[in-house]
């Protein structure tokens, strides 16, 4: 039997997914060894099987599949490539795949048949205008026009801004991928001046425009700084949004004009992005080194809010989820929502200097006056991306981990508190770097004591870890080469055949299947018979929560490698239980309290399922993420770019793949494979449902993590890219708020969370940076259609803070999340909660989406309970509102939450009652426009 008979019959007699795509880059990788004839019988034999027998009936209708058409398509003799995917076409499978059209449009590409290219392309369009953006659709056409047609084509596209071209350039004078580019962008700003003409620098003025500012063939108006940047930023390939310098002015009509891109708006502050932290001292975000683990500031807080807090001082609660953070003392009292949302601005971005300046700018959305100044703060941010070598402990604020005082704080932290601390502490080896098991508060204790004078996390070898071992990861280590622990290796070599195994006589050779994209041993190890998923699901499902967090667990999520399946570790996570200590984020557990971010039971819940087919898990740390560096990673090169956002987190940066796909890549520390659990699942379970909103969130609405790869010290997730930034940035760079608008987007927002809890999932950090505008509003949009299900121009993200409440069923949670402003009145006071943080974060976000500003609870007891939003009478949506607030802030327990459904009929009978076809056109407009300044 020949390799490929070998594999084919091991796909026949498993037709799953799983095998198929082994099987797929095992063909792929025979494709170059075979004669074409031999390759294109094999391959016609598999399509055929795949076209008609049953059981390939899942396996028929995934892109995966196109795989093997492509090659086929790259065999066939007499059909011809392009024949090939018109009888593919005819099938219908793939009229919902934008890959196919891709693939076929490309065939028509390679034999120079615009035509048939353009009519792909309509097609796709056509096709696929219900599930995606139309410049979704059109990028990868784009790309391909690029391509192969030598010829000018860009009027195939819709929209021509975004195929301005450089060929004008006097920098590099050739036309390089159909990217913006930023000295076009400062020549098209440039009106026409008549030399003839004197043209003065501004109104009153007598100074002429001097030839240094940017001298175009027609136009004065940027500085040399900026136009140096502009050059910069075209060879560096990257597309920074320039600014100009609010106080240019140009000359049109020998009239100083204003520079038509900048315009100078007095409009209200801007809002910050809403975090978990809050002291100023934070603003380092975290530390590198896993600093001692306190229970967070919030956890220290009194906050437990009850109808008599006012006179007696309310009992302690507990912040269940977030990073190890300041104990912030002064903010102990409760109801310390910090006092107006200059505070919120300072927070968590690393720009404070530049917002202490200038207070009427946010810290994160307004952008650079000028060009070096953008670089500037991407070089800030940079910095700010290697994380800080700091600790946070005790009030005290932040103290250097080099010196020996921390150890003092942490120890009267330790005593005051009753918290004991952790370290994860790295060490770098000459072979390879390490990730050592954390030690105990006791064993730094011990060493602080045995050298004083030298602090023993401090070490040299700790920052040569951060410095060095980093940007010692090794390009191109790809997954099958570092098997996890207690699975055994499989040699690559062995798979395909190349080894003797498979000559042996009498013995028929073992087909394994090729480690396309996930880890096989990690794949290996989580495929489980259904009966042992079934045992650990029932386990979940039957022990109270306090044995899950006992667990002894193999699998951790925030650790080294070398404490997957630790035995040692493993008993230390019991005494972690016991003592209240833990060495993970997000889950400062106390035994007593429901923690549903316990890292444990996380863990055990994820083993239920298959890992997703796209997480790559690795054994070492991560690539160091620098902007403007390309890195590797499983046979994928990224090259990354300017860094998009800062969450609490995680970084997230715009990175351009191989493909020259632009994509968003979050990088995080330390690795939550979580969020890539729950995407995988919140697609899942969509995709499960049959009715068509349900599939629409699915592809529109919800985070789709790509490829996800998970390091023993942060993972990388990467995902669409969001040009348009986030409801955040929208707001912020939107005048005042539009009630047509906010209405739009409300119903959207209700929609989507009814899905998401219609999946038994809870978010959980619900808030307006965590939704991403997708789209613009397209003016052409049907107005009877704007409140249906083809019109979402939102996604959630940011998932890391999830729960899954259909693996934890008739649960209940005490404690706060931490996250400033959006802790709903049950954490607050104490009380058990599920699914509320939702409606609590809608009904938030929805403050900020009407009023643009951020609102705090007001009221002291069930029933009472408000937001102090200030929504003018003439709002078409206070009622509405009002209503949503009292509803959605006042839940009585946990059996009678709210309905979604109050939500969405209370803005749709607005909008239908007051909807103005104009008024929408304008709003939809000054949206758009937020929407290109949001840009990054
Ligand atoms: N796909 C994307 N495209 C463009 N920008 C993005 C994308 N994903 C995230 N961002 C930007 O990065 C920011 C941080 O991302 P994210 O919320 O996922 O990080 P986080 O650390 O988990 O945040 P949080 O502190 O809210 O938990 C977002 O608010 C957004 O501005």
Redesign the pocket.
């Known amino acids: 039997m020949s390799d490929f008979e070998i594999a084919f019959k091991f796909l026949s007699e498993n037709p799953t997914m799983e095998v198929f795509i082994g099987f797929a880059t095992q063909v792929e990788m025979m494709a170059s060894r075979m004669s074409s004839e031999e390759m294109k019988s094999n391959i016609l034999k598999v399509f055929t099987a795949i076209l008609s027998e049953g059981k390939f009936d899942e396996i028929r209708v995934n892109e995966e599949v196109l795989r093997i058409y492509k090659l086929l398509a790259d065999f066939s003799q007499r059909l011809g490539a392009t024949g090939v995917y018109e009888q593919i076409d005819k099938k219908g499978y793939f009229q919902k795949s934008l890959k196919f059209h891709l693939q076929w449009a490309e065939e028509y590409g390679k034999a120079d048949n615009l035509e048939k290219f353009r009519n792909v392309l309509d097609l796709a369009r056509e096709r696929l205008k219900s599930i995606m953006a139309n410049n979704k659709i059109e990028a990868g056409f784009r790309d391909l026009a690029d391509l192969y047609f030598k010829d000018e084509v860009d009027y195939l596209f819709l929209d021509p801004d975004n195929t301005i071209t450089i060929n004008d350039s006097p920098y590099n004078g050739k036309r390089t991928n159909r990217r913006r580019s930023s000295i076009n962008m400062l020549r098209r700003g440039c009106p026409v001046v008549d030399p003839a003409k004197k043209n003065f620098f501004g109104p009153k003025t007598k100074s002429l425009l001097r030839s240094e500012f940017l001298d175009g063939e027609n136009g004065f108006g940027t500085s040399p700084e900026e136009f140096r940047f502009a050059l910069l930023n075209d060879v560096a390939g990257d597309e920074l949004d320039i600014q100009m310098d609010e106080e240019t002015v140009v000359v049109q009509d020998n009239k100083p004009v204003d520079f038509p891109i900048v315009k100078n708006e007095n409009r209200r502050r801007p809002l910050s ?1 809403v ?2 932290e809050r002291d100023e001292a934070d603003s380092e975000k975290k530390s590198r080194i896993y600093s001692p683990i306190v229970a967070t500031k919030d956890a220290s807080r009194v906050p437990l809010r009850n109808s008599s807090f006012l006179n007696e001082k309310p009992p302690t609660t507990i912040t269940l989820s977030s990073d190890t953070k300041i104990s912030a003392i002064e903010n102990e009292s409760f109801g310390e929502v910090e006092n107006d949302n200059e505070k919120l601005r300072e927070m968590k971005s690393g720009r404070k200097e530049r917002t202490n300046s200038d207070s009427e700018k946010s810290t994160r959305s307004q952008k650079s006056n000028v060009g070096l100044d953008i670089m500037a703060e991407n070089n800030c941010l940079e910095a700010h991306a290697a994380f800080s070598d700091t600790v946070h402990i005790g009030k005290e604020g932040i103290v250097m981990i080099e010196e020996h005082t921390m150890l003092e704080n942490v120890k009267s932290l330790a005593s005051t508190q009753n918290v004991t601390t952790d370290f994860s502490v790295y060490e770098q080896s000459p072979e390879h770097q390490k990730v050592l098991k954390p030690k105990t508060f006791v064993e730094v204790e011990s060493m602080h004591d045995v050298s004083y004078n030298s602090p023993p996390i401090a070490s040299s070898k700790t920052e040569k870890y951060w410095d060095e071992s980093i940007t010692g990861f090794t390009p191109g280590n790809i997954v099958t080469s570092t098997p996890a622990a207690h699975i055994p290796f499989v040699n690559v070599e062995d798979y395909f055949g190349n080894t003797q195994n498979i000559e042996k006589p009498g013995e028929q050779p073992q087909f394994v299947i090729p480690d396309a994209k996930g880890t096989l041993q990690n794949r290996l190890n989580r495929r489980k018979s259904i009966a042992q998923a079934k045992q650990v699901e029932d386990e979940v499902k039957n022990n109270p929560f306090d044995e899950l967090l006992s667990e002894q667990l193999g699998r951790r999520l925030s650790l080294g490698p070398e404490e997957m399946g630790n035995k040692q570790v493993e008993a230390k996570s019991i005494e972690v239980e016991e003592t209240g200590r833990k060495d993970r984020r997000r889950s400062e557990v106390i035994r007593q309290e429901n923690n549903p971010w316990d890292e444990n039971l996380r863990a055990r819940i994820m083993k239920l399922v298959s890992t997703p087919t796209n997480m790559h898990e690795f054994e070492i740390i991560s690539p160091k993420i620098l902007s403007m560096k390309s890195f590797e990673v499983g046979g994928e090169t990224y090259d990354i770019r300017n860094l ?7 970084k ?1 940066y715009k990175a351009i793949t191989e493909e020259k796909k632009i994509v ?1 890549v ?1 990088y ?1 520390i330390p690795s939550c494979a979580w969020e890539v659990y729950i995407c995988d699942q919140m697609r899942t379970r969509l995709l499960a449902r049959n009715d068509s909103t349900s599939q629409i969130i699915s592809n529109q609405c919800i985070m789709q993590i790509t490829d996800a790869y998970i390091f023993s010290n942060a993972s990388l997730l990467v ?4 040009e348009f ?2 409801l955040l ?1 929208n707001i912020n760079n939107s005048k005042d708020p539009n009630w047509h608008i906010s209405c739009f987007l409300l119903v959207q927002l209700a929609k989507i969370l009814e899905k998401v809890h219609e999946c038994g999932m809870v978010h959980g ?1 619900i808030k307006p ?2 939704f ?1 505008i997708t789209r613009k509003i397209d003016m052409s949009w049907e107005t009877d259609k704007l409140m249906g299900e083809d019109m979402f121009v939102v996604k959630l ?2 998932w ?2 999830a729960i899954d409440m259909s693996r934890l069923k008739e649960r209940e949670f005490k404690g706060r999340a931490g996250t400033e402003g959006f802790d709903c009145p049950e954490m607050i006071d104490g009380r058990g909660w599920t699914y509320q943080p939702d409606f609590f974060g809608y009904a938030a976000t929805m403050a900020v989406l009407i009023s643009g500003t951020y609102s705090k609870i007001v009221g002291s007891e069930l029933g009472d309970y408000s937001l102090d939003v200030e929504i003018k009478r003439r709002n078409k949506l206070r009622d509405p509102a009002m209503e949503i607030v009292k509803n959605y802030l006042n839940i009585s327990s946990c059996s009678q939450l709210p309905k979604w459904s109050t939500a969405i009929d209370l803005f749709t009978n607005v909008w239908k009652e007051h909807f103005d076809i104009s008024a929408w056109r304008q709003a939809a407009a000054k949206f758009n426009e937020a929407c290109e300044k949001s840009k990054k």
């Open positions: 992005i975090d978990e998009l956002g800062q969450g609490g987190y995680a997230v968003a979050k995080e995902n669409e890219y969001h930034g986030s940035d950090d940076d965590n991403m993200i940011d890391g803070r």
